[in-house]
């Protein structure tokens, strides 16, 4: 079968650095994708990764390493509205996405 | 660029009556369009994906007669929820992939929140 790993919760401090992780098992990859979903709202596209190595967007960066079907999203200088759940989501041998419970982020003072 | 629009954003109905949603690529052309449902703190769960001018594709455990699903035109498509039930009380939200685009390029609604009392 096929399936994606995240962990359900995350707790950090305003400022600091957090890592999500994600492992995956899917039938192909063409590519996998980080969301950020507020509550209540629709995801929005963070990152994509189909190479391994890490992909930095600003605060936000990405890495992946097909070997070990493994990535991580990593966000700097958190900040509050950063609070959100995160999505990763690998897109299989037939371009259909996979998707990941998902990981909420708390963000505290 | 790249704005896939829903209608409504929120909807509350009787039991037994049916819903649509439409699903809008603003400015580009759509060939394929997902349908996806999300219920509170679970992660998105594709329903169907649809094609422009053809049957939409239904995932296993969804009943195609209870989700209709029509995409008329590359800008629109529409999904009714027939004889809406509480248990169909979801976030369902649509996503687009553009005509010619990357496989991998989806863009998402903002989604729409259905209430069935």
């Known amino acids: 079968g096929q399936n994606i790993d995240q962990p359900t919760e995350m707790t950090a401090t305003e400022g600091a650095i957090v890592q999500i992780n994600c492992t995956y098992q899917t039938s192909g990859f063409n590519g996998l994708f980080w969301y950020q979903q507020h509550a209540g709202e629709a995801p929005t596209f963070l990152s994509y990764n189909v190479l391994d190595g890490l992909e930095e967007k600003g605060r936000f960066s990405s890495f992946l390493s097909r070997s070990k079907g493994y990535s991580y999203l990593l966000l700097k200088e958190l900040q509050m509205k950063d609070s959100a759940s995160y999505l990763c989501a690998v897109m299989d041998s037939n371009y259909q996405l996979i998707w990941g419970a998902g990981t909420k982020l708390i963000i505290k003072p | 660029g790249a704005v896939v629009s829903q209608h409504p954003s929120r909807v509350i109905c009787k039991s037994g009556t049916s819903v649509k949603i439409e699903c809008r690529s603003l400015d580009f052309q759509a060939t394929t369009m997902f349908w996806y449902r999300q219920f509170p703190k679970q992660s998105l769960m594709l329903m169907a994906t649809?094609?422009?001018?053809?049957?939409?594709?239904?995932e296993q455990g969804v009943e195609k007669d209870k989700f209709l699903i029509n995409h008329a035109s590359l800008t629109l498509s529409t999904l009714t929820v027939t004889s809406a039930h509480p248990e169909d009380s979801s976030f369902y939200i649509c996503s687009a992939r553009a005509s010619g685009g990357a496989m991998e390029t989806q863009y998402f609604g903002p989604g729409t929140r259905l209430l069935v009392l």
């Open positions: 649809s094609n422009e001018g053809s049957k939409a594709t239904y």
